[in-house]
Nanobody, 125 residues
Framework: QVQVVASGGGLVQAGGSLRLSCTAS????????MGWFRQAPGKEREGVSC????????YYADSVKGRFIISRDNAKNTLYLQMSSLKPEDTAMYYC??????????????????WGQGTQVTVSS
């Protein structure tokens, strides 16, 4: 059974930083693509940042480029998202996703099958 668990959200002032973490278990593979998505109230879910199995390819949404950094520790089956210079428009529920068949390139990430429960990020102005 695959389990994806995200953590690290919270309330932060604009300009502040947060680090999200995500652990995935149950995928019997030597690494797999993973990603972060977010959904704000009344808006569609959007891809924030994704990383390939080995970490050699990453995707960033234009809105977070230069402010967010995605990384992974395959030995710990853990994904991270370091968020800096946070803005009120970054407020959303952030979801972690993982899948053997996901696609990650510099311009696209998607086709994720397994999703975590979400962690709330709120940025106050």
């Amino acid at each position: 059974q695959v389990q994806v668990v995200a953590s690290g959200g919270g309330l932060v002032q604009a300009g502040g930083s947060l680090r999200l973490s995500c652990t995935a278990s149950g995928l019997t593979s030597d690494g797999y693509p993973m990603g972060w998505f977010r959904q704000a109230p009344g808006k569609e879910r959007e891809g924030v940042s994704c990383i390939s199995r080995t970490g050699g390819r990453t995707y960033y949404a234009d809105s977070v480029k230069g402010r967010f950094i995605i990384s992974r520790d395959n030995a710990k089956n853990t994904l991270y998202l370091q968020m800096s210079s946070l803005k009120p428009e970054d407020t959303a529920m952030y979801y972690c996703a993982a899948s053997l068949g996901a696609v990650v390139s510099t311009s696209y990430c998607g086709n994720f099958r397994y999703w975590g429960q979400g962690t709330q990020v709120t940025v106050s102005s």
